[in-house]
């Protein structure tokens, strides 16, 4: 016997409330195994937005930020 019969002689056998949620959940794997799309970088995001940050300005910016803050604990 086939996955797919052995799933479909499971499924006939279950009541129909059931039966809805097994086809919810067969929707919802359909749905999130073909609507993937490919993660877009932080730059590519950022790209229209003129913004120009270099390694310099976060280096800055974690000096200012973590300057202060106890080496020691």
């Known amino acids: ?8 002689e499971r499924i006939r056998a279950l009541p129909p409330e059931k039966q809805k ?3 919810d959940f067969v929707e919802f794997l359909h749905k999130k ?11 590519g995001l950022w790209a229209d937005l003129k ?6 300005d976060i280096t800055e910016a974690r000096r200012e930020m ?3 803050f106890p080496r020691e604990i």
């Open 51 to 56: 913004v120009d940050i270099t390694e310099e």
């Open 1 to 8: 016997m086939s996955i797919e019969e052995s799933v479909l």
């Open 21 to 23: 949620e097994v086809l």
């Open 33 to 43: 195994s073909h609507t993937s799309q490919p993660r877009r970088s932080l730059k």
């Open 66 to 68: 973590w300057g202060s």
